[in-house]
């Protein structure tokens, strides 16, 4: 019987000993698990996202200034062949505006120079903006190519309506403004003369018109054209000279009226300012939408950069973070105070523990 106690007592023995190892064990497993899982939620405390680059996107910052700086050579450019053409136009091709009731073709012109010039600019103020990433620069280069889009689209919508319509008011208009006006309207009177001779032909329609003017029917003196026994004025002669109009013979005048030459050369002119309207528009379209891709990435940049700015940096540190700048930019930054004083008044306090003071770029430069 006394062995089968003792038996007995070492089972128990092992058992509880068991018992109790296995309880070490789990108090062992317990108390790593939650110095793990206290690591791991430091970890994530402690984790702060790495701020965005320019280069962190697929469309970076840098790529699309770069191909901004691009585009605004090209609206430069662009700009001074807009601005020559409108100048050649009003300069060469206006002479005959007088003849015209619509204000569609001067419209066209002045609105394709006032384009080429907010090209010019809107290309500066690009490049200015872009150099320096100031938002609100790049926020009025945007502005400012909306109004050159605007202005370059309407001249050339504006100019094909009209190149469809300006044979129907030449047929409705111009034979009577001949009738009404020459000789007596200095600017139409130039105009009609001007057209004569460069065209090669007499009168609206046909020569015979100016039996039916004012200009043979008045019995004024004051006329801008002597009548002096003129049936057509000269500017309608082949052979200019002095008092040809006296005599309408074939050979002296063509039979032909210059509605027909004015309306073709109307219509090439509209036809050439519509096509760089409407061409060079759509050139802006590209400046507008890089400029506003622009704009947001850096304005996510600086807001995303701020936010994951941690609190206990200084102004020079902070400023360095946000815009990525380090010790070798010490001149892009702003120079620290010279009072001790002054400094230590917003610095944390780091007295009890040197080893936790971040580091900061006036230690770095000192």
Sequence with gaps: MAPNKSAKNGTANKNHNNNNNNNNNNQKNGENGIENLKKKQSQKQIKVKKPKTRD???CSINFIKYVLIIVDIVFFMSGTAVIALSVWTLLYKHQYVALLTSSSYQFCTYALLLAGIGAILSSIIGCCGVKRENRAIILIYIILLILVFLFELSAGAVAYIYERNVSDEL???LSDTVK?????????TKAVDLMQQNFKCCGAVKFEEYNESLWIKSTKDDLLVER????VPDSCCVTFNRTCGRSFHPSNIPYTGC?????DFLREQLIILGSVGL???ITKLFGIILGCSLYIKLKKLYEHNINQTPKHLMTRDRVSFIYGIDESDDERLPDPPSS?????????????SSANRPD???DRRN
Excluded: L, Q
């Design 56 to 58: 962190s996107d697929c």
């Design 171 to 173: 047929n409705m208009t």
């Design 180 to 188: 009404s006006n020459y000789a007596i309207n200095e600017r139409v």
């Design 228 to 231: 002096d026994g003129r049936v």
């Design 259 to 263: 509605i027909y030459k004015f309306t």
């Design 279 to 281: 061409g060079i528009c």
């Design 340 to 352: 001790i004083n002054y400094r230590n008044s917003y610095m944390p306090d780091f007295s009890e």
């Design 360 to 362: 900061s770029i006036y």
